[in-house]
């Protein structure tokens, strides 16, 4: 039972009609959370047996009277699935990864990107890419042995260590790591234990407790590493994904303001876009995409009409100013 569960499970929960994915969806949350709150039991007695009697004795009449008369469960460990857990594991730290690259960036969600890449130990297949790709908002993920191509290192010494070895040269050693071919040099360093040069005549040799290690992503490139991931976003953005970003960012001013304005879900809408050309066009252009998503029956450039029933509000964008208006049809 987890957050990420419930997360990649919303359009399951949200989906129309009660069909049977949308059944199983519920049963297993219901079932999850019964179970979980059985276990907690003796922890937390008070809130489980809240729980408890939400979930279960408001629908089941005979069920026992509280969480504390029930059995303690017991694991099914035919239901178990380590590579299941373990793929998904990685898949979510990638997307934490990626999450962090987007906000070092200072790239919002709803812009979309068109490649990360990804070196791990292990390569995911289409199943988890696809959703590495939809959390992230990126068009492709590709795994790679090597992303050189868009990070580097950087090498400055351990003050605290260097200093006492190496003291009167340190000024040397500091103006060649500088000099360092990065990728070449973290090469030499896995390999060989040691960075191995000559200031002023003095042999050098500098292991990795000798050094301060920094990766660096080369312009254009973000990047996010641990011990055995690294995550590279390409922030290069072209004009197909700058417009599609602009279509995602209409799409949520407009669902925010169906639920300012206390609309239902399955309510159909009128829209219109006013004071502003650009956004305007990129609405016409997209107009079938938008619509489906915020049930439009009808989008127009121009002002909204004066009645009342018009919900109209200025926004920003990402950077364009445009007033939006909507109402009920």
């Known amino acids: 039972m987890s957050n990420w ?55 089941d009449k005979e069920a026992p009277e509280s969480i504390h008369l029930c059995d303690f469960p017991v694991a099914e460990e035919k239901f178990i699935d380590k590579k ?12 934490v990864m990626g999450r962090a690259c987007r906000n070092a960036a200072n790239i919002k969600n709803r812009q979309p990107i068109g490649t990360m890449f990804v070196k791990a130990p292990m390569s995911l297949g289409g199943f988890y890419q696809d959703i590495i790709k939809e959390e992230l908002n990126v068009k492709a993920v590709s795994f790679t ?30 103006k060649e ?14 390999e060989q234990g040691m960075l191995k040069f ?77 004071k502003n050309e650009k956004i305007a066009a990129i609405v016409r252009k997209n107009e079938a995409m938008i619509a489906g998503k915020v049930l439009a029956d009808k989008m127009v450039s121009g002002a909204a009409g004066t009645s009342d029933e018009w919900k109209v509000k200025n926004w920003n964008v990402n950077g364009e100013e445009a007033v939006i208006g909507i109402r009920r049809v």
């Open 5 to 59: 569960y419930v997360r990649r499970s919303r359009e399951r929960f949200w989906a129309k009609g009660m069909e049977q994915d949308k059944i199983n969806a519920y049963m297993t949350l219901y079932t999850a959370l019964v179970t979980v709150s059985k276990c907690a039991a003796p922890m937390i007695p008070f809130m489980t047996e809240d729980i408890y009697r939400n979930l279960v004795c408001s629908i």
């Open 84 to 95: 299941l857990e373990e793929d998904m594991e990685e898949v979510l730290k990638v997307v």
């Open 145 to 174: 042995d090597d992303v050189r191509d868009f990070t580097t290192y950087t090498f400055k010494p351990q003050l605290r260590t260097v200093g006492p070895k190496y003291g009167k040269q340190l000024g040397g050693i500091q």
């Open 177 to 190: 790591l500088a000099a360092l071919d990065g990728n070449a040099a973290m090469d030499e360093l896995n």
């Open 198 to 274: 000559d200031i002023n005549g003095t042999a050098v040799e500098l292991s990795k407790d000798d050094l301060l290690i920094e990766m660096v992503q080369k312009e254009g490139y973000v990047s996010e590493a641990d011990n055995t991931v690294t995550v590279v976003l390409d922030t290069n953005l072209t004009e197909e994904l700058v417009e599609e970003g602009f279509v995602y960012e209409v799409i949520s001013k407009i669902q925010t303001m169906r639920k300012e304005a206390g609309y239902e879900v399955m309510d159909h809408i009128e829209v219109t876009i006013d």
